[in-house]
């Protein structure tokens, strides 16, 4: 409705409650001989007409403005949150979090949701839900039980708070169905070609956020790599030294997938046919190596230090290398050359790295033997293949002593 509009309508309803009056009054006047009195109907100024548009055109602006910021309140995305476990979910909610939007960002996250509409609720109501479904489906569990949460807003301060507030929620959330969760939560700074790498990978802008900021804690990892992996594996790659200031951490990442730390390391101490009490300097923590959780083991042992990775799923020795321990070195060996003088031979070199490999002599290929000389020592290099690795070895031409060994994928 226009102002002119109002203005009419206000007009005819006076025009209704005022009596035109003109005609009795006219009657009542007397004739007067020779002189002619023109009555004329003489419209005055309504002041209480403008009155009363004015304040209706007063009332319809501020019901416009009204509307404008009830609209705004109720459909603006002011936030946007992201879930991600494996399935990746992300939320549009407005000022008042109340939810505009539920995007599946993957496969996983299709089934999570399925057929519930999520449009109009709370947002706290939403991610109950969504939870719940995760845990139906199995994608939380003893197994695997960390969950990313990742805040973007326009408003950093309030980006803070709903992060704060998100994260107490989960870590409540899943204690009370039976297992400790582990809650990673984060604010997300938009980028464009975040965005881009989050699009091509069908993973959120938070963890592609995660993702790069343990790309700068640790430069063996390449984004590729670690798009692929769950947020509970990632979670265990950040506890193990890599962990993320800028990312908030409750609870521990679940490791009862695997074959356990303690597992591992009696497969490298047998391996390597060395005994618990000989060793120091130990160390074991998981990465991520050719497709693959792995236990990185360290330790040191008569005087070498022993490298090995192990399948975290399986158990078995995927890769393993022995030097020097330069401490040691030099005593070992001069008491090796102290002992003999002489050759052990190729032979009893090459059966030494067998034994040593767990191998037989029918089951290598491409076997290369050469004697050379490393610090001062005289040395066998042994090289074969076997079961699609590569194995080197450096023996100690006088002792037999394995002085250095490792095994490589056969690419």
């Known amino acids: 409705m226009t102002n002119n509009d109002v203005e009419n309508r206000v007009e005819a309803a006076f025009s209704r409650l005022a009596p035109d009056a003109f005609d009795a009054v006219l009657s009542d006047c007397g004739s007067r001989k020779g002189q002619v009195i023109m ?40 936030s946007r949150v992201s879930l991600d476990v494996n399935p990746s979910i992300s939320i549009t909610v407005n000022s008042r979090e109340r939810v505009l939007g539920v995007v599946p960002l993957n496969d996983d996250a299709v089934r999570v949701i399925g057929d519930m509409d999520f449009s109009g609720s709370s947002l706290d109501v939403t991610v109950n839900a969504l939870i719940g479904s995760m845990l139906r489906n199995g994608y939380l569990s003893e197994m695997a039980n960390s969950i990313l949460v990742s805040v973007d807003g326009k408003d950093s301060a309030k980006s803070a708070a709903l992060q704060q507030k998100l994260t107490s929620e989960l870590e409540t959330m899943l204690r009370s169905d039976g297992f400790a969760g582990a809650v990673l939560s984060q604010t997300v700074v938009s980028d464009p070609d975040l965005k881009a790498l989050a699009d091509r990978c069908g993973i959120s802008e938070g963890k592609a956020q995660f993702i790069c900021r343990l790309i700068e804690k640790d430069s063996r990892y390449t984004f590729g790599d670690l798009a692929q992996l769950s947020i509970n594996e990632l979670n265990l790659l950040t506890s193990s030294g890599a962990e993320l200031e800028s990312v908030q951490s409750v609870g521990s990442a ?15 101490l047998n391996h390597a046919n060395v005994p618990e009490s000989s060793i120091s300097a130990y160390r074991c923590e998981f990465d991520w190596e050719d497709c693959m959780m792995v236990y990185e083991i360290e330790f ?10 192990i399948n975290a799923l399986t158990g078995a020795v995927v890769s393993f290398e022995f030097e020097r321990d330069d401490g040691a070195a030099a005593s070992a060996a001069a008491s090796g050359a102290a002992q003999t003088a002489g050759n052990i031979g190729e032979a009893a070199a090459k059966d030494i790295a067998l034994r040593h490999a767990g191998l037989k002599s029918g089951d290598i290929t491409a076997y290369e033997c050469a004697l050379d000389r490393e610090d001062g020592i005289t040395v066998y290099e042994i090289e074969f293949k076997s079961g699609g690795f590569e194995y080197s070895y450096e023996i100690n031409a006088a002792t037999g002593a394995v002085i250095e060994s490792d095994k490589d994928r056969d690419d």
């Open 254 to 268: 679940s490791d009862k997938r695997y074959v356990g730390a303690t597992a591992a390391k009696k497969a490298a």
């Open 300 to 309: 040191s042992s008569g005087g070498l230090e022993y490298d090995y990775e």
């Open 39 to 78: 009555m004329t109907e003489k419209k005055r100024p309504n002041r209480w007409k403008r009155c009363a548009a004015g304040i209706a055109a007063a009332v319809l602006l501020m019901t416009g403005i009204f509307g404008v910021q009830n609209y705004r309140e109720n459909y603006t995305v002011a």
